[in-house]
């Protein structure tokens, strides 16, 4: 058979040609004239050769896979195309913001903050955003001041005022000038005087008015130098007290008393000064009347309760006034014992002791006074005086209050008001 497409002869037949490929085509016989012959059996009928596929050429492979390639390659540019979208900065700044905002709804503002972050990265200053922004920075500067975290609140306030827009800016200022404040008031709560004036300066420096602050923590460093000594005076006064030397201790008070006076001036708020000496024993300076005191003894809840020792500092040098006794609530009541000098000019003119019992300080009951060497007694109700008779003397009536051991002396006044108004302790009743 002879292959028209490439002229390959093949003598068996075949339906391809076995050099190219291509289908070969059979010449066809024209049949003779037949004559018509009488039946006489059926031939058998011929099989045709069965066609096989058509196989595809390379070339015709090829050609087929192009379409799906087109289709591949159409998927692939639309991904890319909407992965570009996304990566647009505009698109990436609005995600944020609409991220940001939502956490806002939600209070969570430190994830509110790290989206605005991620759109200021974009749009330095925004100031679309920056107000909401500056809100968010703030109200995580705010729980750090919470927290008493007042140094961290007050950087990051600083650091959130950079990256926003100027007009969103005065919040986080504000916020800081707070934490700095209460970081300077905290430390000076805890006696860092130089660290807290040291961190105002550097505030000021930055611009921040805090002038007043500081000058308040320098007051406060003063006031606390100034506690120092007067407790480290009022300990060597307990110490003298301890060794039951009270006429020097009485002495050493009388002499401090003007730096009590300047002190009580200065500070009105701190009298009573109370300095804890050893368990429930402590020692502070209290004031009564135009006198500042002393008392060292039992307190309980800074009150003077139990029993103590009193001292009047009496700067003018008149009076040289102390007491052992009991206290209740703050006041004497119970027994009771007095020593009490006077002076003139710097010369003893009464020396007396006095025992008693008080309510209040008032002398309720017998009541017993040594003076000039003898012993006196008599009684008093609720602070006035039991006169005990009243008699002639030098053509007087008078009434006696008192009588010597041996009622051979009497202390009487001629004035009546003596007889008239309560009597005790002095700075609790006349005496």
């Not at 007043?212 to 009022?234: R, S």
């Amino acid at each position: 058979m002879y292959c028209e497409k490439c002229g390959y002869t093949q003598e068996e037949e075949t339906n391809f040609c076995p050099n190219c490929g291509a289908k070969l085509i059979r010449p066809v016989a024209m049949p003779a004239e037949v004559k018509e012959e009488p039946e006489t059996e059926t031939a058998a009928p011929v099989k045709e050769p069965e066609v096989q596929p058509e196989e595809k050429t390379v070339s015709e492979k090829k050609k087929s896979r192009k379409p799906l390639l087109f289709i591949l390659l159409a998927l692939l540019i639309a991904a890319g195309g909407y992965f570009g979208y996304t990566q647009l900065p505009s698109t990436k700044y609005s995600k944020a913001v609409s991220a940001a905002r939502q956490y806002m709804e939600q209070k969570d503002c430190a994830s509110a903050v790290s989206e605005f972050e991620k759109a200021f990265a974009i749009r330095p200053m925004d100031e679309e955003i920056s107000d909401d922004a500056a809100a968010s920075w703030n109200a995580l500067a705010q729980d750090l001041i919470d927290q008493k975290k007042y140094i961290e609140a007050a950087e990051l306030a600083e650091t959130a005022a950079e990256k926003v827009a100027e007009k969103s800016r005065n919040v986080l200022w504000e916020t800081a000038w707070t934490g700095y404040a209460e970081a300077a008031k905290a430390l000076a709560e805890e006696q860092k005087f130089t660290e807290a004036e040291a961190l105002l300066e550097k505030a000021i420096e930055k611009g921040y008015t805090l002038d007043d602050e500081l000058k308040d923590v320098k007051k406060e460093e003063k006031k606390y130098l100034e506690i120092e000594n007067q407790e480290k005076f009022l300990k060597k006064v307990a110490g003298l007290l301890d060794q039951e030397d009270y006429e020097l201790a009485l002495e050493a008070a009388c002499k401090h008393a003007g730096e009590f006076q300047a002190f009580n001036l200065m500070y009105l708020d701190q009298i009573p000064l109370i300095t804890a000496i050893d368990g429930n024993k402590k020692i502070g300076v209290h004031r009564k009347d135009a006198w500042y005191t002393i008392y060292y003894g039992d307190y309980k809840d800074d009150k003077r309760d139990g029993n103590g020792i009193y001292l009047v500092c009496d700067k003018t040098g008149v009076l040289r006034y102390y007491a052992v006794g009991e206290w209740k609530d703050n006041l004497p009541n119970g027994k009771m014992k007095e020593y009490r000098k006077f002076y003139t000019d710097g010369k003893l003119v009464k020396d007396q002791t006095i025992t008693s019992t008080v309510v209040n300080g008032i002398y309720s009951g017998e009541v017993e006074m040594i003076y000039e060497g003898k012993t006196f007694k008599g009684s008093y109700t609720d602070g006035i005086v039991d006169v005990i008779e009243e008699k002639e003397d030098n053509g007087s009536r008078i009434k006696v209050m008192m009588y010597s051991e041996d009622r051979s002396t009497w202390v009487w006044y001629t004035d009546e008001r003596y007889y008239s108004t309560p009597f005790g302790m002095i700075g609790y009743g006349a005496y």
